[in-house]
């Protein structure tokens, strides 16, 4: 299989709780996923004004429980970036019902795939679209989200661990350079209602670059990284803060802008606030997907740390310093790296929780709220030389 782009932890959750993090979780499986190959197609009459299409060819794979009897498992992946632009045109396997041998397949001018069969269908003979290898199929499989900015595979009828390829037409604005994607997994299992677990998984993303020049028809595999920089060279970053003074608020904003102009992708609970939200949910979900959390100082985040608050205040960063803090137990080799202490202006490094070792590990002082600033913060969010 090629490089793998990221991967959808299955498992088991009490069923009272919207989402937790292991140890009170039960694996029962992962979808990994593999690296994507995608084809810049050449103009032709089935693709709209000021829209480009490409072939793309993914690769994922079930490891699952074989002790566990899954009814359906089902991976998908949602362009969410240009979401109103982006379009799945066709996919393949569409739905499989009876076992289906290795088949060659090709694009009409309307880019929907038929079975090539010997025949042209408008593309050049030596074009990548020309024949499109699909392997044999076991069923059953359904497609779903042609015609809109998702595309998703549902494996019924005893499903087993294994490796499985799919291809789709996705349509976007000729002004997109990359889109992001949301890769979600889910699955259904019987399970006996005294056990009192719920089936979940943890969703992925990523950023995928599109070839840009229709001349450029070589597939082009997206490499997988092998440290903590992002796959598309762009830090995701998480900013975990207390909600202590407007003037704390004020500057955790501007270093959330300050990130943001640099280029990184940063996720903080202020932005994007256009619908309802399970914050458990939504946090976790930053803190597991996130390439470094900022733990930002404060004499309320330490306090929290040190359960000096009247019960029930500062739940939500209660339970959010908890998660924080059993990760970086539970893998210290790698939470280390990842959860980086920062002093803002009027803050001191004694305000870091002992949890994340303030003194005998690095933490990183900005100065004033500018790129000279937080030199120090952006060369590791960056992997880059000191700032300008």
């Known amino acids: 299989m090629d490089a793998v782009l990221g991967d959808i932890p299955l498992f088991l959750t009490p069923s009272t709780k919207s989402m937790e993090t292991a140890p009170n979780k039960v694996a029962i499986g992962l979808i990994d996923l593999g690296g994507w190959q995608i084809h810049r197609l050449e103009p032709l009459s089935g693709e709209p004004a000021g829209h480009a299409a490409y072939l793309v060819r993914i690769h994922y794979e079930f490891t699952l429980d074989p002790e566990v009897a899954f009814d359906w498992v089902e991976v998908g992946f949602t362009f969410v970036d240009r979401a109103h632009d982006a379009a799945v045109v066709d996919a393949l396997p569409r739905n499989v019902n009876t076992p289906v041998a290795p088949e060659i397949y090709a694009l009409t001018p309307q880019l929907h795939f038929v079975q090539r069969n010997g025949e042209s269908h408008g593309w050049p003979a030596g074009s990548p679209a020309a024949t499109i290898g699909m392997p044999s199929i076991t069923p059953r499989v359904d497609c779903f989200g042609v015609g809109k900015s998702f595309v998703k595979w549902r494996h019924t009828e005893k499903v087993r661990p294994g490796s499985h390829t799919a291809c789709f037409v996705l349509s976007l604005p000729n002004s997109c350079e990359e889109v992001r994607v ?137 339970s959010e310093y908890r998660r924080l803090a059993e990760l970086h137990h539970r893998e210290p080799g790698v939470w280390l790296k990842k959860i980086l202490p920062v002093v803002l202006p009027g803050q001191t490094p004694d305000e870091i929780p002992l949890t994340f070792t303030p003194w005998t590990a690095d933490h990183y002082m900005v100065e004033d709220i500018t790129p000279r600033g937080a030199a120090d913060l952006l060369r590791v969010l960056l992997h880059e030389g000191t700032p300008s």
Do not use: C
């Not at 006996?192 to 969703?203: H, I, K, Q």
């Not at 003037?247 to 609970?269: F, K, N, P, S, T």
């Not at 959390?293 to 306090?303: D, T």
């Open 182 to 318: 949301t890769a979600e997994g889910r699955y259904r299992i019987m399970l006996d209602p005294e056990v009192r677990l719920y089936p979940a998984s943890l969703d992925d993303a990523f950023l995928v670059r599109l070839p840009q020049a229709p001349s450029d028809q070589a597939a082009r595999p997206l490499k997988a990284s092998t440290d903590s920089r992002p796959r598309n060279g762009k830090s995701r970053v998480f900013i975990s803060y207390a909600q202590e003074s407007p003037d704390h608020i004020d500057a955790v904003r501007r270093l959330y802008e300050l990130l943001r102009g640099r280029g990184l992708d940063v996720r903080y609970d202020q932005a994007d606030q256009h619908e309802r939200r399970n914050w458990e949910i939504w946090t976790t979900k930053q803190i597991m997907r996130a390439d470094f959390v900022l733990l930002i100082a404060s004499r309320a985040y330490r306090q929290v740390a040190e359960d000096n608050f009247p019960a029930g205040e500062n739940l939500g960063l209660r």
